[in-house]
């Protein structure tokens, strides 16, 4: 099993601004997940984090507008970056194999 | 395109009382299907996962079934409580073999329980 922490658990920004969500896992992983889930949605995939390596995106997602670091097999950082008021949502770190799944308790931002 | 639909969107009963959550999938290869409950203002957190071979699985009072020929889940709560108030997700992995998640998630079903 794995027990994920997030940073902030929520915060309001201001438009044009930038946050930096914070994602720790309590061991060692290789892959660690961002997603978003935006009111009423499910969730949708930002980009895979692998420890030594660049982010993959997934379609729709840019590293300028979500640049994530990984810089140890148990910490990833996403930043939301020049937010808009459409940036407004939840944001989940996911770690997972095969056959498990584990997610943090999501970083609720609001973009005003 | 890879799909999970769940249904009702929402449900409301009263508390004792039993329900069913429904989740139809296209997802193919199928390796595995969870169903997730998700508190607000939490992560999720995972009540049952099916492999192909599984009809039924059953973690206390929730009980998920598993028909991979008509690709169609139920995950059944028996009386109910109302800490059961929540979002229920239905999640589907496709046997990719590694890189993405190869995941695809349902929109989920807002149960609430009255008392």
């Known amino acids: 099993s794995a027990v994920i922490s997030q940073k902030p658990s929520r915060d309001i920004c201001q438009r044009g601004t930038s946050l930096t969500i914070q994602c720790q896992v309590d061991?060692?992983?290789?892959?660690m997940f961002w997603y978003r889930q935006q009111p009423g949605q499910s969730l949708t995939l930002i980009a895979t984090?692998?420890?030594?390596?660049?982010?993959?995106?997934e379609s729709g997602f840019v590293i300028d507008k979500f640049p994530i670091s990984r810089p140890n097999l148990t910490f990833s950082t996403l930043t939301v970056s020049n937010m808009s008021p459409e940036d407004s949502s939840i944001y989940l770190c996911?770690?997972?194999?095969?056959?498990?799944?584990?997610f943090g308790p999501g970083t609720r931002l609001t973009v005003t | 395109k890879n799909q999970v639909e769940q249904s009702p969107q929402s449900l409301i009963i009263l508390e004792g009382k039993n329900c069913t959550l429904q989740?139809?999938?296209?997802?193919?290869?199928?390796?595995?299907l969870r169903w997730y409950k998700q508190d607000t203002g939490r992560g999720p957190v995972s009540l049952t996962i099916?492999?192909?071979?599984?009809n039924t699985k059953s973690n206390g009072r929730y009980t998920a079934t598993l028909d991979a020929d008509t690709k169609q889940s139920s995950l059944h709560i028996t009386a109910s409580q109302l800490s059961d108030s929540a979002s229920y997700i239905c999640?589907?992995?496709?046997?990719?073999?590694?890189?993405?998640?190869?995941?695809?998630f349902g929109k989920g079903t807002h149960l609430i329980i009255q008392p």
């Open positions: 996911s770690v997972g194999w095969d056959y498990e799944q584990y």
């Open positions: 989740c139809n999938y296209t997802v193919s290869p199928f390796s595995n």
């Open positions: 099916m492999t192909f071979s599984e």
């Open positions: 061991s060692q992983v290789t892959m």
């Open positions: 999640v589907v992995r496709e046997y990719s073999g590694g890189g993405a998640d190869g995941l695809t």
């Open positions: 984090a692998n420890q030594g390596s660049e982010a993959t995106y």
